[in-house]
């Protein structure tokens, strides 16, 4: 029951489905459900998946693109897209990190947030158009799990700030639970595909968010709320990118 309530709360958090469940929030619960993260972008992905489905039946995949990223937009009320846009408009600044940290608290959408969202958006637009239409689908579901099940590797990190949204997870995690994750993510990724490719496109993931893990740390002392955001939407466009050139190659 306390593995239940922790992914209820966890699927409350992380989006905007209305949940009838009141769950009452205990200190440390959230971070010991990160291991139920891939199963959220799992929910995520196939909503999507359906969105497109819809939209490609009603008027073509490039309705079902369109679908697809709305419903996305609408599960998680563009949760990560905003961290994005303040991480790029705080570390872009060349400013001081103390600068840099009000910059990304500010509310208001600056040049290089705007850009960022612009190619993100351009990004996953193409790159869905670009694989073979059978593939569309799965590869919207499996965008959101990939990232979401590697996002606590993000979270392996001091917190740069003194208080936020961010300290429910950074530096609050294990290595423990953040393997059961990770590992978790690697056998939906392969059981639902049973494709090597994308296997290793997955553990690419991976290694790719401990290394923007220590790129930010690097600039800022440590990760925020809104580095968490950046990291998992540009984890879903990497992956999106990986799977166009394993299909470009014939790999998938």
């Known amino acids: 029951m306390s593995s239940l309530r922790s992914f209820v709360l ?26 139920w993260l891939p199963l959220v972008g799992l929910i995520i992905g196939g909503i999507n998946a359906l969105a ?24 998680t009320g563009a949760f990560h897209l905003d961290g994005l846009a303040d991480t790029c408009d705080g570390i872009y600044s060349s400013r001081k990190r103390e600068r ?10 600056g040049t290089n947030g705007a850009c960022a969202l612009l190619l993100v958006f351009l990004a996953r637009y193409h790159g869905l158009l670009l694989l073979p239409e059978e593939l569309i689908p799965l590869v ?11 996002n606590p590797l993000l979270m392996l990190s001091e917190y740069a700030r003194k208080e936020g949204l961010g ?3 950074i530096g609050k995690v294990t290595w423990g639970r953040v393997l059961v994750s990770v590992g978790l993510g690697a056998l939906l990724v392969y059981a639902m ?18 290394l923007f893990t220590r790129y930010i740390s690097g600039i800022l002392g440590g990760m925020t709320g809104d580095t968490l955001g950046a990291g998992d939407e540009l984890s879903e466009i990497l992956f999106l990118g990986l799977c166009c050139l394993g299909a470009y190659h014939g790999w998938l």
Request: hydrophobic residues 60%; aromatic residues 16%.
């Open 10 to 35: 966890l699927l409350q958090f992380f989006t905007r489905l209305p949940l009838p469940w009141q769950i009452p929030f205990e200190e440390g619960m959230l971070s010991r459900a990160i291991i």
């Open 140 to 150: 919207i579901l499996l965008m959101p799990t990939a990232a979401r099940a590697c």
């Open 193 to 210: 595909t049973e494709n090597y490719w994308l296997l290793w496109a997955y553990l690419l993931l991976a290694v790719w968010q401990r």
């Open 100 to 109: 840099m940290l009000e910059i990304m608290k500010d509310s208001r959408l």
């Open 167 to 169: 300290n429910l997870f």
């Open 52 to 75: 497109y489905m819809l939209g490609s039946f009603l008027a073509g995949p490039v309705a079902g693109v369109f679908f697809a990223m709305g419903a996305n937009l609408f599960l």
